[in-house]
C-alpha cells in the first residue's frame, strides 16, 4: 500500500525527548530551567530552537545531546535511551553519533585544519591514512580546500566555523548539534554558516537542531521551536517539514 503523509507524520522520529526536566543549585537556590520538554525530531529536519536568554535552549540542547543528564524525562535516540547510559557508553555515543557546532570553536590552536578535523576520526581508531582521507572530503565539502595546513590563528571566523563544522560532520553523525553558531560571526560568514546547514540538510539528509537568536537561522529552518522559562511554547512544523517527510525527492531534487 502506497505510505501517506499521515503515515510518515507517524512513523518514529530520529530522536525523541519525553518530558525533560532540569533544576540547577546554587547554594540555596534551585533553578528550574527545563520543565518537562518533549520534543521529536525526524530524520533530514532542520529544527531551529528560539526564545529569550535564560529560557533553558542550551540546557536542552545539552540534554538533547548527551553531554549533560536530565533530572527526569528520557532521550532516545533511534529508540535506545542514550539519558541512562553509563560515562563510557555515553562517550562514546557522542562521538559517534552526534556532531556538535559551539559559538566558540574550540579548534586546537597547535592543530592544523586538517589535523583538527581528524581528532574525533584518529580518538575513535581509524587509520591516519583513512582518518585524513575523510578530513579531506569533509574539509572540502565545506568549502576549505585550500585551507588545509593553516592552524586556527590563521584563519578568518567564518573559516574556522567553517572548519568546526567539517570536525562536527566528520564522523557522520545521526544529529548535528549547533548552539548560536553564527553568534561570532558577521552577517556574511553567518549567511554563509546558514548555506552550509541547509546543503548539509538537502544533499546528505543531515538532521540539525541549532539553538539560535538568529532571526535568519529560523527563518531558514523547516521547523521552529519557541522555548519560554523552561517550556516549549510553539512548535511550528512548517509545510515544508510536511512536504520532506512525505514526499523526501520532491523536495529534494
Ligand atoms: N551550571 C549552572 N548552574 C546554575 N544555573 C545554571 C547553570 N547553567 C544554566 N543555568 C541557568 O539555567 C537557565 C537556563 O540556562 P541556559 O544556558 O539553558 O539558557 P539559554 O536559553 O541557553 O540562554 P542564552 O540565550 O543566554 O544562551 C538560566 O537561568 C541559567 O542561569
Ligand atoms: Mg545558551
Redo the contacts with the bound molecule.
Keep these: 500500500m502506497k505510505s501517506t503523509i499521515q503515515d510518515a507524520l507517524q512513523s518514529s522520529p530520529l530522536l525523541r525527548a519525553s518530558e525533560i526536566t532540569?533544576i540547577?543549585?546554587?547554594g540555596t537556590v534551585s533553578?528550574p530551567?527545563?520543565r518537562g520538554v518533549s520534543l521529536d525530531v525526524r530524520k533530514g529536519e532542520f529544527v531551529a530552537i528560539t526564545?529569550?536568554?535564560?529560557?533553558?535552549?542550551?540546557?536542552?540542547?545539552?540534554i538533547l545531546g548527551g553531554l549533560d543528564r536530565p533530572d527526569t524525562g528520557d532521550v532516545q535516540l533511534e529508540g535506545q535511551s542514550i539519558s541512562n547510559l553509563d560515562d563510557y557508553s555515553q562517550t562514546l555515543l557522542r562521538r559517534r553519533r552526534m556532531g556538535f557546532v559551539f559559538q566558540k570553536v574550540h579548534l586546537l590552536p597547535m592543530l592544523t585544519a586538517i589535523d583538527n578535523v581528524m581528532v574525533p576520526l584518529r580518538l575513535d581508531g581509524v587509520d591516519f591514512a583513512k582518518a585524513r582521507q575523510i578530513a579531506i572530503e569533509a574539509l572540502d565539502s565545506v568549502g576549505m580546500s585550500n585551507k588545509h595546513s593553516n592552524r586556527p590563528g590563521e584563519l578568518s571566523g567564518g573559516e574556522a566555523q567553517r572548519v568546526a563544522i567539517a570536525r562536527a560532520i566528520v564522523m557522520s553523525p545521526a544529529i548535528l548539534l549547533a548552539?548560536?553558531p553564527t553568534g561570532a560571526l558577521d552577517s556574511e560568514n553567518g549567511h554563509m554558516v546558514i548555506e552550509l546547514f541547509r546543503q548539509l540538510v538537502l544533499t546528505h539528509d543531515q538532521t540539525l537542531i541549532v539553538?539560535t537568536?538568529d532571526l535568519s537561522v529560523a527563518e531558514s529552518a523547516d521547523r521552529v521551536v519557541k522555548?519560554r522559562d523552561?517550556l516549549i511554547i510553539d512548535d511550528s512544523a512548517s509545510a515544508t517539514t510536511i512536504n520532506k517527510v512525505g514526499s523526501p525527492q520532491a523536495e529534494r531534487t
Design positions: 532540569k540547577y543549585h546554587s533553578h530551567a527545563l526564545g529569550p536568554s535564560g529560557c533553558g535552549k542550551s540546557t536542552l540542547l545539552h548552539d548560536e539553538v537568536h522555548i523552561g
